[in-house]
């Protein structure tokens, strides 16, 4: 699977969008974008994933760049409750494993 | 829709003691079942993960095992629990589709061990 790269923080002002990068310039082209999120003491959230084409949910965007080698989580709206750690995670579909690096710690301030 | 339930949710155990946890998932059959471990400030770690009953694949060495008695059962034990076996456990499953769906990876609460 393809590494990635992510700013190990950044804060966020409550209300404004929170933007989080990553860059997987390795990536291939049957591995999938995987964003997932972990609040202190809890199990690892999954957010959004995506293989080329930007995509958005009930709880974010995501963002993908045409060469494919970056992307960008989007939360429009950026609550306390999303301060966490946030994991990007590129893989092939049908890979098993789910590698988790050390992510973003992201702080949503008042 | 899907659930999974792990438990105990925190364990203290005295070194040298067995370790069992459990994990189940409702509202999907012959899902792929996951254990992972995270200790304090680290990352996740895959340790063994199972594509049907009776079918362990184990990433890491060490006092651990696993087995899978039913479809949607995971279980996680220990014979003699080492002080180094301390940390977050986390149960997941997915359910392997078309690659159209990615094969997400949905995790359990966790549960916490720490061995003394």
């Known amino acids: 699977d393809a590494k990635t790269t992510q700013p190990p923080s950044m804060d966020c002002a409550e209300g404004r969008a929170a933007n989080l990068p990553c860059n997987h310039s390795?990536?291939?082209?049957?591995?999938?974008v995987y964003w997932y999120r972990q609040i202190h003491s809890q199990g690892p959230q999954y957010i959004i994933h995506?293989?080329?084409n930007n995509e958005t949910n009930e709880m974010a965007s995501l963002i993908i760049t045409e060469d494919r080698k970056s992307s960008t989580l989007i939360l429009p709206h950026a609550t306390l409750r999303d301060t966490a750690v946030y994991y990007c995670i590129v893989r092939m579909y049908n890979n098993n494993d789910m590698r988790f690096g050390a992510g973003t710690r992201l702080t949503v301030k008042p | 829709s899907q659930t999974i339930h792990q438990w105990p949710a925190t364990l203290v155990q005295p070194v040298g003691s067995p370790l069992s946890l459990e994990c189940t998932v409702e509202?999907?059959?012959?899902?792929?079942l996951y254990w992972y471990r995270q200790a304090a400030g680290r990352g996740l770690q895959l340790l063994f993960y199972?594509?049907?009953?009776?079918?362990i694949s184990s990433e890491v060495p060490q006092n651990l095992s696993a087995s899978r008695p039913q479809d949607r059962q995971f279980i996680l034990s220990s014979k003699k629990l080492l002080l180094s076996d301390s940390g977050f456990y986390l149960c997941?499953?997915?359910?392997?589709?078309?690659?159209?769906?990615?094969?997400?990876?949905?995790f359990g609460e966790g549960s916490w061990l720490t061995v003394v």
């Open positions: 509202g999907t059959s012959n899902p792929n």
């Open positions: 390795t990536i291939s082209g049957n591995e999938y």
């Open positions: 995506g293989l080329k």
């Open positions: 199972s594509v049907g009953i009776g079918q």
């Open positions: 997941a499953w997915s359910v392997l589709r078309q690659s159209g769906n990615g094969n997400t990876i949905y």
